[in-house]
């Protein structure tokens, strides 16, 4: 069976900071579906990145950036010079098939507080 | 474009009740999948929806059931409420083909009491 495992569950950094949010990820499927999600206070969840498992190339969009690893099984998001308006919990996702993408199974959340 | 709307946002009920929660999905989208959320947790899937047929479920009783309409809007229904239901339900849409994209909704918060 799948499972996300996100270690921190809270991390405060003060802004302009770098943060790198963890995230293990377990699958017995070769073909997999990697996201990260955010949920600020307003409680919907926003899409942030999608990653395939043939797709180990890092990304790089503004200030975020994400390093997939097969080797050890990690998905990282990294946040680069924080801001406040990042303060929110961040979750990390599994899917495990493309026809299952709707059926995520989701990491505990990382609770981001950026202070002024 | 419209998002994905839950009503209501928050709701209280009582042990052994039955309640109902509603969505709209995003105009185009043809799927829907529901999540619970549980205070301080991850969401945990409960079950998806796609041309009014569930397409998928999680590890959740009977006693939660949904309908999807012909407008692809959809519902939630769990019967007889326990305290553990207390959590934030979170409606998402998306096109089964491909995308694999979720568009969440606010969600609605039940209180059981």
């Known amino acids: 069976a799948q499972k996300v495992t996100q270690a921190q569950t809270e991390i405060s950094v003060v802004e302009k900071e770098d943060v790198t949010l963890d995230c293990v990820y377990e699958t017995r499927d070769t073909t997999y579906y990697l996201f990260w999600y955010k949920q600020p206070p307003s409680g919907e969840l926003v899409f942030l990145i999608r990653?395939?498992?043939?797709?180990?190339q890092n990304e790089i969009s503004g200030r975020y950036s994400w390093n997939f690893q097969k080797s050890t099984s990690s998905f990282n998001f990294t946040i680069t010079a924080s801001q406040v308006v990042d303060s929110a919990v961040y979750f990390c996702?599994?899917?495990?098939?493309?026809?299952?993408?709707?059926?995520?199974?989701f990491g505990g959340g990382t609770r981001l507080m950026v202070k002024p | 474009e419209t998002g994905v709307t839950q009503s209501p946002t928050h709701l209280i009920k009582t042990r052994g009740q039955q309640v109902t929660l509603r969505c709209s999905s995003q105009s185009g989208h043809n799927t829907v999948s529901w999540y619970q959320q549980a205070l301080g947790q991850g969401p945990q899937f409960i079950f998806q929806?796609?041309?009014?047929?569930?397409?998928g479920r999680g590890n959740f009783p009977p006693r939660f059931s949904g309908l999807q309409f012909p407008n692809y809007s959809s519902e939630l229904n769990v019967n007889a409420l326990e305290l553990d239901d207390s959590a934030l339900y979170l409606c998402?849409?998306?096109?089964?083909?491909?995308?694999?994209?979720?568009?969440f909704g606010a969600g609605s918060r039940l209180t059981v009491l």
């Open positions: 929806y796609y041309r009014e047929e569930e397409n």
């Open positions: 996702a599994l899917s495990e098939a493309p026809n299952a993408g709707n059926m995520l199974t």
């Open positions: 998402a849409s998306s096109l089964l083909a491909g995308a694999n994209v979720l568009t």
């Open positions: 990653r395939n498992s043939f797709d180990e």
